[in-house]
C-alpha cells in the first residue's frame, strides 16, 4: 500500500509510477521507533549548510526503506536526516544522496512541486493518528505542507510558516528547515511525547517512496504506525500576538448600456487581524474588514448538462485553519457560504483529548445553495450573521466522536438555517473501521421575490422564497475493510427533502442509497509495478420510494514505467429516472493516461464515450456523449513552466444527426519563479461555450504563506473563435484591476 491513502492522494502520486523494480534486499520493520532529541543553545541558521557545530550534536538516523513500490526493500539512494530543537524551532536537516544530474527541481511557487524531488516530516503532535502535519521542500528549498485528517482526506491548501533552505551538492542535496512551535498546535505540558515521520520522495524512471523504519501494508493507517519523538521540553508558548495588516485596492470596468466600456472609481480598503495564543493549544483571532481574496482563480467548469450548483474548492487562507476540525463526510460547514464578511471572530482549541473551533462573521452578501432532488438554485441574499461550532474528542488511535452545530440568521429578513448532528469514526483493529455521521437542520424561508418555483418538496412545501419553515435530517454510514490485497467498503446515506446546510454545501437532496465498492491490488515485480482492479455498485430511491437509480462501474488502474499511470472505468446504469422519465441502458467509458516522462516534460490526456442523459430538455432524452482532454507541461528551465489544457464536450442524438451541445474550454498558464517569493503568472483561457476569452497576469512576491504582495488583472471579453484576429477585435466585457500587499508581525 502507500503511505496513507490521503497522503498519496493529497502530493498527486496516488498508486504511484514505476518502471522494472530492481531486486533489492529486504529489510526489517522499525517496531515503534524512537528517537529523543537535544536541545541546542544557539539558533541554527538556515542556510542549506549542514556543517554547522550544533548539527553535529543532534540526533539523526539513516534507517530508511522504500515501501513503494517495493515493499520494505532497501532504497535506490541513502537519505540521513537529524533533528534538534531549541526554545523557539523545531530544526530538520536532511541528506538525500542521488546523482546530481538525475535530481528533479525547480523554483515554483510554494506547494506546487509535488513532482520534484523532496523530502518531508510528519507531526502528529497529539499522538492520536487522526491529525497528521506534513512539511517537507524540494532540493531548492520550495516549501510545501498540508494536512492530513487521518481518515482518507488531505487538505493541500493548508500553509504552515517555517524556513527551509536546499542546496544541490555533488553527492546529492541537503535541505534544512525551521519550524517554528508559535506555528504548531501541541499539548499545554512541559515534557512533551509527539508522534514523528520522515519521507523521501525519489522521482526517476519510477517514483520511489522511502520512510523512516517502514510500512507494514496490512495496517492502511500511515499516522498510527509512525514513531515516537521524546526529549522536548519547556516549550510551552503563552501569550504571543500576531498581526496582519493589510491594504488591497481595485477598480473595475464594465459595458454600460451603450456599449461602451467604462471605467469604476478606484477603491482601496484597509484590514486588520489579531491573532493571540493563550496557549500552545488555543489561540483566538479577531479581524476586521478582513480581505478574504486569493491570488488563486478558480477553474472553469463546465456546468452544460448538469442541473447542479457547482462546487469551489476553498482558497482563501484564513479559513483554511482548522479545516481538519470542521471537514466531515457530509458537507454542512463550506466556509465559501461565509462570501464577504465584514468582521469575523475564530477559536481553535487542540487538546490531548478534547478540541473544539467556533468561527462567528457577519456577511455582506450571503449565498444561497438550496438543493433539490434533480436540480439546485444558487441565489444571493444581503447580509447576515454567521456561528460555526465544532467540537471532537479522540476516544482511540484513529478514531474520534465529533458534534457540530451551524446557523446563520439574515439581517434584513427573517430568514435562518441551521445545522445540528453528531459524528463518529471508530477503528476495531488495523483492517476494520466504521465512519456515522447524522444531521437535522431547520429551515426558515425568507419572504421575497429573490427565489420564485412552485415545484413541490416535502410536506406540500415549494422552492419559493415564502417563508414557510421546515426541517430535514441526513445520514451517512460506512463500514471499511482495508488490507494488503482487498478493501472492501460498504455503506447507506440519505437525505431529506427538506435538509438544507446554509452554511455548507449541499447541492441534492430527497435521496437515498445503498451502496458496496471493493478493490484488489496486484503488485508485480517486473515493468508494470502495481495493478488496482475493483467495482463500485448502487441502487438510489427518493423519499415516495421511487427508484431513482441502479448503476455499476468497474475500474482498472496500471502503473507502468516513466511514471505512467493508466486508468479505465466503465460504468453502467441499467435504469435511471429523470423528470418522471425512465430511462434504461445507459452507459460510460472513460480512459485516462497521465506520465511524468522525463525531468523536464509532463503530458496527459483522458476520453470518454456513452449513451447519457440529457438532463436540460423539458422531457429528458437520451444522448450520445463524447469528451477528450489533454494537458502538457513543460519545464523550460529550473525557473520556467509552461503548461497548456484542452477540454471538449459534445453531446449528440443517438442517431448523431443533431447536437445538443458542442464545445470546448482552452488555456495556456506560464510561470516565472525567479526566487522563492518572487514570480510572475500569465494565464490565459477561452470558453467556447458562452465564447469569451479571459486574461490574467499577475506579479507576485511572498516570503512567506501570510506576508504577500501582489498586482494583477482579469479582463473578459468577447471572442467569436479563438484566433488572434477575434480576440484582438473582441469586445472587453469587464476588466479589473488589483492589488494587495500584507505583512505578518509576529
Keep these: 500500500m502507500n503511505i496513507n491513502r490521503n497522503v498519496i492522494n493529497l502530493i498527486g502520486l496516488g498508486i504511484l509510477s514505476a518502471g522494472s523494480i530492481v531486486q533489492a534486499e529486504t529489510m526489517d520493520i522499525l517496531k515503534n521507533p524512537v528517537l529523543e532529541i537535544n536541545r541546542v543553545h544557539k539558533a541554527i541558521i538556515i542556510d542549506g549548510?549542514?556543517?554547522?557545530?550544533?548539527?553535529?550534536?543532534?540526533?539523526?538516523?539513516?534507517?530508511?526503506?522504500e515501501i513503494e513500490p517495493g515493499e520494505n526493500i532497501r532504497p535506490p539512494e541513502k537519505t540521513e536526516v537529524k533533528i534538534a530543537y531549541d526554545d523557539q524551532n523545531l530544526y530538520v536537516a536532511f541528506w538525500a544522496f542521488a546523482d546530481p544530474k538525475d535530481i528533479r527541481a525547480s523554483f515554483q511557487k510554494r506547494d506546487h512541486a509535488w513532482m520534484d524531488d523532496f523530502v518531508a516530516i510528519f507531526l502528529d503532535t497529539y499522538g492520536d493518528a487522526n491529525t497528521g502535519t506534513m512539511i517537507g521542500a524540494n532540493p531548492y528549498g520550495i516549501q510545501m505542507d498540508a494536512l492530513n485528517n487521518g481518515g482518507g482526506d488531505d487538505d493541500p491548501t493548508f500553509d504552515l510558516v517555517y524556513e527551509s533552505k536546499g542546496i544541490i551538492t555533488d553527492k546529492g542535496y541537503q535541505v534544512e528547515m525551521a519550524i517554528p512551535f508559535s506555528s504548531l498546535s501541541f499539548p499545554d505540558n512541559n515534557v512533551q511525547e509527539w508522534k514523528v515521520g520522515f519521507y523521501r520522495s525519489l522521482p526517476r524512471e519510477k517514483r520511489s517512496q522511502i520512510i523512516w523504519g517502514g510500512f507494514d501494508r496490512t495496517n492502511p493507517c500511515f499516522l498510527c504506525q509512525m514513531g515516537t519523538l521524546k526529549g522536548i521540553q519547556g516549550i510551552n508558548q503563552h501569550g504571543s500576538f500576531?498581526?496582519?495588516?493589510?491594504?488591497?485596492?481595485?477598480?473595475v470596468s464594465e459595458l454600460d448600456q451603450i456599449n461602451t466600456l467604462q471605467k469604476g472609481t478606484a477603491l482601496g480598503e484597509a484590514s486588520l487581524g489579531i491573532k493571540y495564543s493563550l496557549s500552545s493549544d488555543q489561540v483566538a483571532e479577531l479581524t476586521i474588514n478582513p480581505d478574504y481574496s486569493q491570488v488563486e482563480a478558480d477553474e472553469e467548469q463546465v456546468d452544460v448538462n448538469t442541473t447542479f450548483a457547482l462546487f469551489f474548492p476553498e482558497k482563501r487562507p484564513f479559513f483554511n485553519a482548522g479545516n481538519d476540525l470542521i471537514d466531515t463526510w457530509i458537507n454542512a460547514i463550506n466556509t465559501r457560504s461565509i462570501n464577504n464578511p465584514i468582521a469575523s471572530v475564530r477559536m481553535i482549541n487542540r487538546?490531548?483529548?478534547?478540541?473544539?473551533y467556533l468561527l462567528s462573521a457577519m456577511d455582506e452578501d450571503s449565498p444561497y445553495i438550496i438543493p433539490g432532488e434533480e436540480q439546485?438554485?444558487?441565489?444571493?441574499?444581503?447580509?447576515s450573521i454567521s456561528n460555526i461550532f465544532r467540537f471532537r474528542r479522540t476516544l482511540d488511535e484513529a478514531s474520534f466522536f465529533g458534534i457540530l452545530a451551524t446557523d446563520r440568521r439574515m439581517v434584513d429578513n427573517d430568514g435562518s438555517g441551521s445545522v445540528v448532528g453528531f459524528d463518529t469514526r471508530y477503528k476495531f483493529n488495523k483492517t476494520y473501521q466504521v465512519e456515522l455521521q447524522t444531521l437535522f437542520s431547520h429551515t426558515q424561508e425568507p419572504n421575497d421575490s429573490l427565489l420564485v418555483n412552485n415545484t413541490i418538496f416535502g410536506d406540500d412545501n415549494t422552492f419559493t422564497f415564502d417563508g414557510e419553515s421546515f426541517s430535514g435530517n441526513a445520514v451517512e454510514l460506512e463500514f471499511r475493510r482495508e488490507t494488503k490485497h482487498w478493501g472492501i467498503e460498504?455503506?447507506?446515506?440519505?437525505?431529506?427533502?427538506?435538509?438544507?446546510?446554509?452554511?455548507?454545501?449541499?447541492?441534492?437532496?430527497?435521496?437515498?442509497?445503498?451502496?458496496?465498492?471493493?478493490?484488489?491490488?496486484?503488485?508485480?515485480?517486473?515493468?508494470i509495478s502495481k495493478v488496482v482492479g475493483g467495482f463500485h455498485s448502487g441502487i438510489e430511491y427518493n423519499f415516495d420510494g421511487k427508484k431513482k437509480s441502479r448503476y455499476t462501474s468497474f475500474f482498472g488502474n496500471v502503473v507502468l514505467p516513466r511514471q505512467t499511470r493508466f486508468n479505465i472505468n466503465i460504468s453502467v446504469k441499467p435504469f435511471t429516472r429523470f423528470k418522471e422519465v425512465d430511462l434504461e441502458n445507459l452507459w460510460d467509458l472513460s480512459v485516462n493516461i497521465n506520465s511524468h516522462f522525463n525531468k523536464s516534460l509532463s503530458l496527459g490526456g483522458s476520453f470518454s464515450r456513452g449513451v447519457n442523459t440529457v438532463t436540460f430538455l423539458d422531457v429528458p432524452e437520451k444522448g450520445n456523449s463524447t469528451s477528450f482532454s489533454l494537458w502538457t507541461r513543460l519545464k523550460v528551465s529550473d525557473r520556467m513552466h509552461v503548461g497548456g489544457t484542452y477540454e471538449n464536450y459534445q453531446m449528440t442524438t443517438l442517431d448523431k444527426k443533431e447536437e445538443y451541445?458542442?464545445?470546448y474550454l482552452t488555456g495556456i498558464r506560464m510561470n516565472y519563479q525567479y526566487n522563492q517569493a518572487l514570480s510572475f503568472r500569465l494565464l490565459g483561457q477561452y470558453n467556447d461555450f458562452s465564447q469569451t476569452f479571459q486574461l490574467q497576469p499577475l506579479l507576485s512576491y511572498q516570503p512567506s504563506p501570510f506576508t504577500i504582495f501582489y498586482i494583477g488583472s482579469t479582463s473578459n471579453q468577447i471572442a467569436e473563435n479563438l484566433s488572434i484576429d477575434s480576440i484582438m477585435e473582441g469586445q472587453v466585457q469587464d476588466r479589473q484591476l488589483f492589488l494587495k500587499f500584507q505583512y505578518l508581525f509576529n
Design 242 to 251: 500576531e498581526f496582519l495588516p493589510a491594504i488591497v485596492g481595485s477598480q
Design 661 to 663: 451541445y458542442s464545445g
Design 351 to 356: 487538546g490531548q483529548k478534547n478540541s473544539w
Design 49 to 65: 549548510d549542514l556543517t554547522d557545530l550544533e548539527w553535529e550534536q543532534a540526533v539523526g538516523t539513516d534507517y530508511f526503506v
Design 490 to 527: 460498504t455503506g447507506y446515506d440519505h437525505r431529506s427533502p427538506a435538509f438544507r446546510a446554509d452554511n455548507g454545501f449541499i447541492s441534492n437532496n430527497n435521496q437515498r442509497r445503498v451502496y458496496l465498492k471493493s478493490y484488489w491490488v496486484y503488485t508485480p515485480d517486473k515493468m
Design 376 to 383: 439546485s438554485f444558487s441565489v444571493s441574499e444581503g447580509q
